[in-house]
């Protein structure tokens, strides 16, 4: 049976440098920094000083984790907005923060990659009725997260 190690809680001073490094790696969330805390042992009184300095600081920002986060989801993983939207809600994103995030997606560039997602699935597809086809490739855009009323009518359009 394996033994636990003991690990000591680090002290304010050595927590907080941990976390400043883990936070200036790239933008977190709220969510996330609480979590490496409680995994490094921090609780209580000390967990929230250290959350305050790193806001103060500006190691810590959600609006600009937002912005971040809309932006590489959109650019790299070509996610569309309700699944950039629901996940950012599930990391407990104030609304506010969403909104501000949200307006990172350029409307014409929206248009675009979803033109180029599904032009790109269309390639993928077997022959099939025409009806099939674009019903495949709208359920693959809008399981990207892109809205249906947008989706069909950019389906209809190239596929006339």
């Known amino acids: 049976m394996k033994e636990k190690k003991f690990t000591p809680t680090p002290t304010h001073d050595v927590a907080l440098k941990k976390l400043q490094a883990y936070c200036a790696y790239q933008d977190r ?3 996330e920094v609480r979590s490496k805390l409680l995994d490094l042992g921090v609780r209580g009184h000390d967990l929230e ?3 305050v300095e790193l806001i103060a600081d ?13 932006r590489g989801k959109f650019r790299i993983k070509r996610w569309g907005r309700i699944k950039i939207r629901i996940e950012l809600k599930r990391r407990n994103i104030s609304a506010y923060c969403i909104k501000k995030g949200m307006t990172e997606i350029d409307d014409n560039d929206y248009y675009t990659t979803l033109e180029h997602i599904i032009l790109k699935k269309q390639k993928t597809l077997k022959p099939d009725t025409k009806f099939k086809q674009k019903g495949k490739l709208a359920e693959h855009a809008m399981r990207r997260g ?15």
């Open 49 to 51: 000083v250290i959350m």
């Open 29 to 31: 969330c709220h969510q």
């Open 58 to 70: 500006n190691f810590l920002n959600e609006e600009r984790f937002a912005r971040s986060y809309v």
């Open 146 to 160: 892109f809205e249906s009323g947008l989706v069909w009518e950019v389906v209809n359009e190239l596929m006339g």
